[in-house]
Structures are given as structure tokens and as C-alpha cells.
């Protein structure tokens, strides 16, 4: 076992796995990686459960240093990953040795990049998870320069991969399935059918709680105030702006504007990697299961 010295962390890295789910009843929402198939293809490169917990960064800038070496592989936005001034391939896993230095650059498209080590991040699991909720302050503090990350001990063999299946993100117009409902009677049929012909554009009012959009407005049917109610992520939640609010992994648990549509599960990562200033486009699903 080994560790991971932070030097820097860019805009944004956590400690990230599949979350927290189960809890919503309890006021706890589900968190856990943005881009799950991504978090999962890195720690299976690695030979680690897909699970395990490991690094989320938000548009590069990762600096951190082995202690005692750490075979690693990065997914998600494609950075350019440097070991003491090495380039070296992501979606591949590799040898950081002891004392050397790994460096992320800023990626070529996407937001979102997964770092995984051999063993996984290891911090402390609060109920039953080591992912960092941003919105509501579970889970280890966003990292820091300065911190020493532990790795957990390896179990297995590393797998021999000759080419991992991957989805690099968009770097144009994202395409996103959408479920109709489950308040889409709250808007005009004019609206539903906006927001499944028009391009909606992703704001910088955007983080892991969710992606504010900008576009055409979306037009109720009815006035007055909703209760609140259950959310789940790929929530499209609508304020009286008309102007819709798309949730990401750190939703909150219960909302008060109605819901025109959900994301489905299987497109989240998709979402969860678009820049601001790219645009989604949205189009209509049948209902299925929510990502796993």
C-alpha cells in the first residue's frame, strides 16, 4: 500500500465511487461519480472492484506524487497525463513510480476526468460510501493541496487490455434522451414540444448539483406553487423563468418547481461532460431503468 501526496487539484477533484443510494427517505441524496460508465472503465482497467473509490477532476490541473508507486488509468475527458514530464496514455493502465510526479493537463473535450489507482482511494465511507457530496457536505472535503491520499490494498491481477471500449465526450451538440414527465402537465403541449425541438444551452451557472440552461422558455399551464417533492438526477426541474435546470450527481433530494422530464440514466454521463457553452439537444424516450 501506498499513498498519494496532492501538489494541485485544478478547479475542482473529489474522492468520487457509485454513491449513496437507498437514502433519499432519509434526506440523503445518491452523489457518487458525474460520468459513472467512465468511473467504472477506469477501475477496471486497474483491476479494481467498478466501484472503488477514486478521483473525479473537474477540467484538469491534478498534480499529485506516489509514495510507494501506484499502477493507475484515466478516463473520462481525455487530459494529457504526464509522469515527471512523460506523456503518457489515458484509458491505459500505468506505472507511477515511487517519488515520481503525475500531472493532468486540461482535456481536449469533456469536463470530467477519473483517476483510478490500483486498491482505490482510501478515506473514510460515510453511510456506506467515500464519495464527497458537494451540495450536502458528506463524505471527505474537496481536495486540497497538501493532502495524503492512502491507497487501499490491491486484490487480484491487473488485467491484460489490449483496447478498452471507449466514449469520448462531445465535443459539438449533445444529444440527450428524455422521459416525458412526471409534471409535464404543469406546462402548455407547447412547451414539451419545445423542449424536444429547441438546443438549449449549458450556462457557467453549472457544477456537480446540476447544469443551469439557457433557451427558449419553457411556458406552464398552470400557476400556483407545487409541493415539493422527490427528485432524482436527470431531473429537469423548471423555475418560473421557464428556463430549465438539468440535475447532476449531487441533487438535491426534493424540489419545488415541477419536473417537465427526466434525462435517462444511460445519457447522464453524457450530460455530466458537457462544457458551458455547448448545447443539448433533447429528444423523447419511453421510460426505462434508471442507471445502475
Known amino acids: 500500500m501506498g499513498s498519494f501526496d496532492v501538489l494541485a487539484t485544478g478547479p475542482l477533484a473529489t474522492v468520487q465511487d457509485l454513491g449513496r443510494p437507498g437514502l433519499a427517505s432519509l434526506g440523503v441524496g445518491r452523489s457518487g461519480a458525474a460520468d459513472r460508465d467512465a468511473l467504472r472503465l477506469a477501475n477496471r482497467l486497474v483491476g479494481n472492484e467498478e466501484g472503488a473509490a477514486s478521483l473525479e477532476v473537474t477540467f484538469g490541473g491534478l498534480a499529485v506524487r506516489s509514495s510507494g508507486g501506484a499502477t493507475v488509468a484515466l478516463t473520462g475527458a481525455p487530459c494529457p497525463m504526464h509522469i515527471d514530464g512523460r506523456q503518457v496514455s489515458p484509458y491505459a493502465a500505468v506505472f507511477v513510480p515511487d517519488g515520481a510526479e503525475l500531472r493532468l493537463e486540461a482535456p481536449e473535450s469533456g469536463l470530467r476526468s477519473y483517476l483510478a489507482v490500483r486498491g482505490g482511494?482510501?478515506?473514510?465511507?460515510?453511510?456506506?460510501?467515500?464519495?464527497?457530496?458537494?451540495?450536502?457536505?458528506?463524505?471527505?472535503?474537496?481536495?486540497?493541496?497538501?493532502?495524503?491520499?492512502?491507497?487501499?490494498?490491491?486484490?487480484?491481477?491487473?488485467?491484460?487490455?489490449?483496447?478498452?471500449?471507449?466514449?469520448?465526450?462531445?465535443?459539438?451538440?449533445?444529444?440527450?434522451?428524455?422521459?416525458?414527465?412526471?409534471?409535464?402537465?404543469?406546462?402548455?403541449?407547447?412547451?414539451?414540444?419545445?423542449?424536444?425541438?429547441?438546443?438549449?444551452?449549458?450556462?457557467?451557472?453549472?457544477?456537480?448539483?446540476?447544469?443551469?440552461?439557457?433557451?427558449?422558455?419553457?411556458?406552464?399551464?398552470?400557476?400556483?406553487?407545487?409541493?415539493?417533492?422527490?427528485?432524482?438526477?436527470?431531473?429537469?426541474?423548471?423555475?418560473?423563468?421557464?428556463?430549465?435546470?438539468?440535475?447532476?450527481?449531487?441533487?438535491?433530494?426534493?424540489?419545488?418547481?415541477?419536473?417537465?422530464?427526466?434525462?435517462?440514466?444511460?445519457?447522464?454521463?453524457?450530460?455530466a461532460q458537457a462544457r458551458p457553452g455547448q448545447q443539448l439537444r433533447f429528444r423523447r424516450s419511453t421510460p426505462t431503468p434508471h442507471a445502475r
Not at 158 to 179: H, I, Q, Y
Not at 257 to 268: H, R, S, T
Open 121 to 271: 482511494i482510501d478515506v473514510a465511507p460515510v453511510l456506506g460510501s467515500r464519495s464527497t457530496d458537494t451540495m450536502a457536505g458528506l463524505g471527505p472535503d474537496p481536495l486540497s493541496s497538501g493532502d495524503v491520499l492512502a491507497i487501499g490494498a490491491a486484490r487480484g491481477p491487473v488485467p491484460g487490455v489490449d483496447v478498452a471500449a471507449v466514449r469520448r465526450p462531445a465535443t459539438g451538440e449533445v444529444s440527450l434522451r428524455v422521459v416525458p414527465g412526471p409534471r409535464a402537465d404543469w406546462f402548455t403541449q407547447d412547451a414539451l414540444e419545445t423542449l424536444l425541438s429547441s438546443p438549449y444551452d449549458v450556462t457557467s451557472d453549472s457544477n456537480r448539483v446540476g447544469m443551469r440552461l439557457s433557451g427558449a422558455v419553457l411556458d406552464r399551464a398552470r400557476d400556483g406553487e407545487l409541493p415539493s417533492e422527490g427528485m432524482v438526477p436527470g431531473a429537469l426541474q423548471v423555475p418560473p423563468s421557464g428556463q430549465p435546470t438539468l440535475f447532476l450527481a449531487d441533487h438535491p433530494v426534493t424540489g419545488g418547481y415541477p419536473v417537465i422530464g427526466v434525462v435517462v440514466g444511460a445519457d447522464l454521463g453524457l450530460a
